[in-house]
């Protein structure tokens, strides 16, 4: 159980364009999902705190025009990355929170942008 | 400030046995985590302790000591596969995750 799947798992876009990216708990209702982001050698870094039906709670410093996400039910929320740059490159990853707060993971998205 | 403390890196052999510290200080405690990461996947799930004591399973054991903000995650019988980053992450009061910046472990022949 505890199953948490994300597609695309790689993606290349052009500048300027924007990238939509899912995430989906399979076996398991999840009224919290988490967005995060990792650069290469470094760790994760949360992006924002999504729950369903209501706006996400983003970090200090995560522009919410920008990364547009969505919970729109108890097993799917979207990040939709806006206008994208080169300097959004990078590894993509949503968790969903299942009972007594652990998360689980999806298996990221890579994003490049050329 | 809120902080987590683990080792950058650490080389271990073969079939050995290898220790994995983590410090913290927190605003309020509510359980710390240990995930895996393998280079270029996600983090998976490796163990939850919230009350004080030794938690085992399988070749991997996650103790807590809450009074001295300290826990550790114990490899035995090492295998090549265990080559992978560990990360501490603490539940603070609010019940948001605190990451560590994790463990690079090298596992040699």
């Known amino acids: 159980g505890a199953v948490v799947s994300q597609h695309p798992s790689r993606v290349i876009c052009k500048s300027g364009t924007s990238v939509k990216i899912e995430c989906r708990s399979l076996d398991f209702q999840a009224t919290t999902m988490f967005w995060y982001r990792q650069f290469p050698k470094q760790s994760l870094m949360l992006m924002a705190t999504s729950n369903e039906g209501s706006k996400a709670t983003y970090e200090q410093g995560v522009e919410k025009d920008k990364f547009l996400i969505n919970h729109a039910s108890l097993t799917l929320s979207t990040l939709t990355v806006t206008s994208a740059h080169p300097e959004d490159s990078s590894f993509y990853i949503c968790?969903?929170?299942?009972?007594?707060?652990?998360?689980?993971f999806g298996p990221g998205t890579r994003l490049t942008v050329t | 400030g809120q902080n987590i403390d683990q080792p950058t890196e650490m080389t271990a052999t073969e079939g050995a046995i290898v220790q994995i510290n983590c410090t913290y200080q927190t605003s309020g405690f509510n359980g710390l985590f240990w995930y895996q990461q393998h280079a270029g996947e996600a983090p998976t799930f490796l163990s939850y302790n919230v009350l004080d004591g030794l938690e085992e399973k399988g070749r991997f054991s996650s103790f807590l000591s809450r009074s001295k903000g300290y826990s550790y995650l114990l490899l035995k019988e090492l295998q090549m596969k265990d080559s992978a980053s560990y990360l501490c992450a603490v539940l603070d009061s609010n019940y948001q995750l605190i990451w560590g910046a994790g463990t690079k472990l090298i596992i040699k022949p």
């Open positions: 968790s969903a929170r299942y009972r007594d707060y652990e998360q689980y």
